[in-house]
């Protein structure tokens, strides 16, 4: 619900003055109910990021060459972030949305779950560029506040639909090579391109252990529930600090059983993966170099109209 109020009250604000009354509002009456919708619909997710392994397995872009998708998905990224165009940036957005979904049969409702989390930390980034306060209205939407004024300049606006359409077209970059990449894939061609050991390993760690946190949390959440933990807000929040504590020194535990873990299987330093060789295949390469190629030229033809 927090999320949905988010969103709306962001798309609210970010388009106000740039589209009539009726359709910005009809708009953002259609998304705070489709988000609740779809949350009520999909709110059970069966794991959420836990499963996000199996999904990459299921992927049907499984095979395509580990190198080739990670170049891919940074490449586009870096030119979505350099090239800063709203245009562009929706076409990227789109597109590999697309190509996780359609192309690599990834759940509609899976994907959208997932975004949640990167979508929170966007919308509070852009809250904090949008609004301005000032003693005196001053833009296209003030909002009185005691003696001063929340306000929402045209200035404001254009930064913060740079930042979202930037950020969130990063993001479906990235999601489409960790939905359709295994973690150990990733690791063996950093290595081979002579990434520095120690971040390696250190980001194959946390990796995991963010994973360990998660079920360690969700086992907790399940056990206040089924208690009444949540009955109510004072005792939700009375459970969410207790749950905190003891999350912080489960995971000093679990932290502790997983090093004793690895040094029982002999860890000298460096982590081992069963890894098979696999051929690049020309199409493949075709494929994302026209990709590429299209959003550069999609860049140029966007700078030669502003320009």
């Not at 927090?2 to 509002?25: D, M, Q, T």
Request: charged letters at 15%; a positive charge; glycine letters at 6%.
């Amino acid at each position: 619900m927090i999320i949905s109020c988010l969103f709306s009250l962001a798309v609210y604000c970010l388009f106000y003055g740039r589209l009539p009354s009726h359709l910005l509002l009809f708009v953002v009456l259609l998304l705070f109910g489709g988000s609740l919708f779809f949350r009520h619909k999909h709110g059970h997710r069966h794991g959420g990021f836990l499963s996000i392994d199996v999904q990459v397995q299921k992927s049907r872009l499984k095979s395509w060459h580990p190198g080739v998708k990670t170049c891919f998905a940074v490449m586009a990224a870096l030119i979505c972030i350099a090239a800063d165009s709203f245009w562009l940036s929706l076409f990227v957005i789109c597109s590999m949305m697309l190509f996780t979904i359609y192309g690599g049969k990834t759940p509609a409702h899976y994907y959208f779950a997932l975004l949640t989390a990167p979508l929170t930390f966007i919308i509070l980034g852009v809250v904090a560029i949008l609004f301005e306060i000032s003693p005196v209205p001053l833009g296209l939407l003030d909002i009185a506040i005691g003696g001063r004024y929340l306000c929402v300049t045209a200035a404001g606006q254009q930064a913060s639909l740079s930042l979202i359409s930037r950020a969130f077209a990063a993001v479906s970059c990235l999601y489409l090579l960790s939905l359709s990449t295994p973690m150990h894939q990733i690791i063996r061609f950093l290595r081979k391109i002579k990434t520095p050991a120690l971040m390696v390993e250190l980001m194959y760690l946390i990796y995991r252990y963010i994973f360990l946190l998660l079920a360690t949390q969700q086992q907790m959440a399940t056990a206040a529930e089924s208690r009444l933990g949540y009955r109510d807000w004072r005792t939700s929040l009375r459970t969410m600090s207790a749950s905190s504590l003891n999350l912080l020194f489960l995971s000093f535990r679990r932290s502790a059983d997983c090093f004793a873990a690895m040094e029982a299987r002999c860890y000298d330093g460096e982590i081992a993966f069963y890894e098979s060789e696999a051929a690049v295949r020309k199409p493949e390469i075709l494929a994302a170099a026209a990709y590429l190629l299209l959003l550069v030229g999609f860049w140029y033809g966007t700078r030669r109209l502003q320009g």
